[in-house]
């Protein structure tokens, strides 16, 4: 068996070293109701390299692959570029096997790359700290919650209409054991975000306000009279950001006032994976940073004098503190972080702007072209890379018919709020630089046919 | 324009030996690398991009007015500066890796060229179900596979990592009692826990007790009977246990509990020793959960992805949390909130948003199918008997707290005893390092003084594991005699001990401009 190299010579002569007869004298603790006295049934038997790779060719070619249809999902996860070094380089064994990095001497690259990753971070959302990562984007938000109700002592938390529904869902589940109570609403389909309604709900016993932003409809919202507003009745405003390629076109949520920033950071270098594995983002103020959840990396000196980086802070961790840990969490999502990292540096600075407006033209374009259609308009003022449109009628069988046509043709707000009638005729439409000019005819085309 | 040009290199004081300072700070294959900030800049980039169209900006208002501070590379830049990086990286592709609970076994590469097929890395989680027909069905076979292992009735797939499946199962035992008008207030667990463990309980809202070890290294099952009562809710176990130690109570432990009316929770972090062998459900377990970057090889990633699926008891199965993957005829569907009324009322929500770390199933699936169910049986006895080898290797030498009640199963626990004075296992572990490897788990279980677990698993050669007993007996044989060049061990690796107090002291979490970094202080 090929991941197997002992023989059967060597297990007889280790079971001699040992002084056992066989293999069974060393399970000799486990009851003899509990073993199973030969292989699982039902279960097949080993297999060989190539069937196991037929079987889940057979099972990759019964999806619709986004790079084989025109592709407009978004609503939390994006279709990028991803350039050819990226999982050259994170396959290298010396990443891709390595474990935590609790023995610094030997995981430099690890702890390197982490604190390059983040310093990424924090810049991109523009807040001073960041940590190692997160599970993902959704996870890191009921984290975030959950850290300001430690800090401010309150537990009530107002959430955005516009926050994503899986992770206002999230908070809900979580609410029910950290006694949390969560102050929640669905959207409206029009071009104001209910800013109004959060500036009202604000008060003394606020913990924190949570905005999306882009928020889950792409519409775009100045932070900054929200921030104020919290930080009047000692509240803090936590900003989540599902798309951080927006950042290289719009302001910083730290910039405009917010005080923890979450995201999810899979649009960049990591891919759509059906879901997961994903990178969740975490930064904030320096002067919250032993209440943030997560592992941190820091800077350090070795004995000879040489700069070199260690986890640090761990008193805030499990493995320390047990129960009076600021989180469970244990790992966090290393090598989709270091995808991201590398995916950033090769973008850098200029490309990430650029590639943030190329996002934002081709979105227009795609407008332009959509909002042509007979009854179908946009409802949003502002966006970045994805909008919301409402069609004649509802959106869901749209989006089945335009499958059976081969188009991916975005996220039905049915989908995402099923039930709630007043959003039923919504389309959630992703345009990034994966887009082409006859993608964007294809989708129209097609729609226009099932719209008539 | 650089960001910054401060030429950092390393400083070369090694003036205690012969070798002379070189002009870079390299030696040799040993190579220095400074950060993206001090080598990058803001106007180099990596990429490549089509041409703008021409078009009117719908932003609204909110652009960018000021640099984020990011720095670019070219690809061959960017291609050395990580290789560069990678190579400072200790891995289980180098060498062997014996991290006590941890499992740090061989990582296929099948797995890799099987979770990249298309058809489930370019797939978007909201897709149209009837798209992606052939991605829920490697969910929906990979569940199969882990209920059938474990002997369990029911498996919620979407805990992204071992602690929010552990999260996961206290939810769902918290959810059962709550529905039976129940609710209880304590969780027990074992000194010997990781730490996890209790974290996950004190979040789900319980007090946290401890039961104390016997002298064997076993739960003390007449001190958790006699604390047992109205108001203890679950009991957390790891079985295999920390300490390497099979708990042969376990069924006696299931049924007390279940008396009390009590729930079972098992860790299943130490699952490789049984795997094929032994089912947790037939051991009265309601749920577990399953690392499949443990048991089912999936790549550690220098600190994640993992994944942490939670297998289930009949009782805590209508309690699993959204989504899930069930099959209806032929056809795979996602039950979601919009069902969960009439498919699954008393889930007790979502934990994650989408549906699951579907990148870890297809590595999982694809390991599990390549060894099949003789196979990890065959992984399971190999992974124990490698431990036994050890245990009996190094036992003369190193002291083993419960190498007399018996064998260990996959991996073997050492103490610091008989370390000459001032010398510890950290000491030892950083003489690992020289030798060539990465230490074993240290200062883990707490209930033994100065711990050293072991861990081999079953991907290793014997030749592998004999360098690495001859290893352990001379670093070992230096501790006891005090050998102060162990003290400064490591002296090969890229950095030598690393001064931990100054980095929580003074946090130096992010890289700042090194004139600011002036102004600050």
């Not at chain 1, 879901?275 to 930064?283: D, E, I, K, S, T």
């Not at chain 1, 995808?339 to 934002?360: P, Q, W, Y």
């Not at chain 2, 099949?372 to 431990?387: F, S």
Request: aromatic share 6%; charged share 20%.
């Amino acid at each position: 068996m090929r991941y197997l190299p002992l023989t059967q010579s060597d297990r007889q002569a280790m079971l001699g070293v040992i002084g056992a007869k066989t293999i069974d004298d060393l399970f000799v603790d486990v009851p003899a109701e509990a073993q199973l006295d030969g292989p699982i049934q039902g279960l097949l038997n080993h297999a060989s390299e190539m069937a196991v790779e037929r079987f889940f060719s057979n099972l990759s070619r019964q999806n619709m692959a986004a790079s084989h249809h025109p592709f407009f999902l978004g609503a939390g996860a994006y279709k990028h570029h991803v350039p050819a070094s990226v999982d050259h380089l994170i396959q290298r064994g010396e990443f891709l096997t390595a474990y935590t990095p609790y023995q610094p001497e030997i995981a430099q690259g690890t702890l390197q790359m982490l604190f390059e990753f983040q310093t990424q971070v924090a810049r991109l959302f523009g807040c001073d700290v960041a940590n190692a990562s997160m599970y993902d984007g959704s996870t890191a938000c009921w984290e975030a919650i959950g850290m300001a109700g430690r800090i401010t002592k309150k537990s009530k938390a107002v959430l955005s209409a516009g926050l994503h529904p899986h992770y206002v869902s999230v908070a809900e589940t979580m609410a029910k054991y950290t006694g949390d109570t969560l102050d929640i609403a669905k959207p409206e389909l029009g071009s104001a975000t209910d800013s109004a309604r959060l500036l009202e709900a604000i008060d003394g016993e606020t913990s924190c306000v949570v905005v999306q932003y882009p928020d889950i409809l792409g519409r775009i919202e100045d932070l900054s009279a929200i921030a104020a507003k919290a930080h009047e009745c000692g509240a803090l405003l936590i900003a989540v950001v599902t798309e951080p390629v927006a950042l290289g076109a719009i302001r910083s949520p730290g910039e405009m006032g917010a005080d923890i920033v979450v995201g999810e950071g899979q649009s960049i270098g990591v891919g759509l994976q059906f879901g997961g594995p994903y990178v969740g983002l975490f930064a904030c103020k320096e002067k919250f940073v032993r209440q943030m959840p997560g592992r941190l990396c820091g800077e350090t000196v070795d004995a000879d004098g040489k700069r070199g980086f260690v986890l640090t802070l761990s008193t805030r961790e499990q493995h320390i503190r047990r129960e009076k840990a600021t989180s469970n969490i244990c790992t966090n999502s290393g090598l989709c972080a270091l995808a991201f990292s590398i995916h950033l540096t090769l973008l850098g600075e200029k490309g990430l702007r650029d590639l943030a407006i190329l996002n934002h033209a081709k979105a227009v374009q795609a407008v332009d072209r959509l909002t042509q259609i007979k009854g179908v308009s946009l409802i949003n003022d502002g966006f970045f890379n994805e909008f919301t449109l409402q069609l004649p009628r509802e959106a869901r069988s749209v989006v089945r018919a335009l499958a059976d046509r081969k188009i991916l043709g975005g996220v039905s707000l049915g989908r995402l709020y099923p039930g709630v009638s007043e959003l039923e005729n919504g389309l959630l439409v992703a345009v990034t630089e994966i887009v082409t000019d006859e993608d964007i005819e294809a989708f129209a085309s097609a729609l226009e046919e099932i719209l008539a | 324009m650089n960001i910054n040009a401060s030429g950092w290199k390393p400083e070369m004081n090694r003036a205690d030996d012969d070798a002379p300072a070189t002009f870079t700070g390299n030696r040799a294959l040993m190579l220095e690398e400074a950060l993206i900030f001090e080598i990058g800049d803001k106007s180099t980039t990596g990429v490549d991009l089509a041409a703008l169209p021409a078009f009117t900006s719908r932003l609204g208002g909110l652009e960018r007015n000021r640099d984020i501070g990011l720095p670019g590379l070219s690809e061959p830049e960017t291609v050395r500066h990580y290789t560069r990086l990678s190579r400072q990286n200790y891995a289980i592709d180098l060498g062997f890796f014996p991290l006590g609970s941890c499992t740090m076994k061989h990582n296929p590469r099948l797995n890799e060229k099987i979770a990249r097929m298309p058809g489930f890395s370019d797939v978007h989680p909201l897709a149209p179900t009837q798209t992606v027909q052939g991605a829920l069905a490697v969910i929906h076979e990979l569940a199969h596979w882990l209920i059938t292992l474990t002997g369990m009735k029911a498996v919620a797939m979407s805990p992204k990592a071992g602690a929010h499946g552990e999260l996961c199962g206290i939810l769902a035992i918290r959810a059962a009692l709550t529905a039976r008008g129940d609710a209880r207030s304590v969780i027990l667990c074992p000194e010997s826990a990781h730490g996890t463990n209790p974290a996950t309980a004190a979040f789900a809202g319980y007090a946290v007790e401890s039961i104390p070890a016997t002298a064997d290294g076993r739960v003390d099952i007449a001190a958790l009977k006699s604390r047992l009562g109205p108001d203890v809710a679950a009991v957390m176990i790891t079985n295999p246990n920390t300490c390497g130690l099979f708990e042969p109570d376990m069924r006696e432990i299931s049924d007390a509990v279940h008396a009390a009316g009590g729930f079972v929770y098992c860790d299943g972090a130490n699952f490789n020793a049984i795997v094929g062998r032994v089912r947790p459900g037939d051991l009265g377990v309601d749920a577990m959960h399953i690392n499949v970057h443990k048991t089912f090889s999936t790549p550690h990633g220098g600190g994640g992805p993992g994944a942490g699926p939670v297998v289930l008891s009949e009782a805590l199965a209508p309690f699993a949390p959204l989504p899930f993957v069930d099959k209806r005829g032929d056809e795979y569907v996602l039950v979601e909130e919009e069902t969960a009324h009439t498919d699954h009322p008393s889930s007790f929500g979502r934990m994650v948003a989408f549906h699951g770390q579907m990148g870890m199933f297809t590595r999982a699936l694809s390991y599990i199918m390549s060894h099949g169910a003789d196979g990890l049986r065959q992984v399971a006895e190999d992974a124990v008997l490698n431990a036994n080898y050890i245990l009996r290797s190094l036992e003369d030498v190193l002291d083993a707290p419960f190498a007399n009640s018996g064998p260990c199963m996959h991996e073997a626990l050492f103490s610091d005893n008989g370390l000459a004075d001032g010398f510890s296992t950290l000491d030892i572990a950083k003489g690992m390092i020289d030798e060539g490897y990465h230490p074993m788990t240290v200062y883990f279980p707490l209930v033994v003084h100065g711990a050293m677990l072991i861990e081999p698993t079953e991907t290793e050669s014997k030749a592998t594991i004999d360098q690495f007993i001859g290893a352990m007996r001379s670093v070992a044989a230096r501790a006891k005699a005090g050998d102060p060049s162990l003290k400064s061990a490591p002296h090969f690796a890229p950095r030598r001990r690393l001064d931990e107090t100054q980095a929580a002291r003074k946090p130096v979490l992010v890289w700042t401009e090194p004139e600011l970094a002036v102004a600050a202080e």
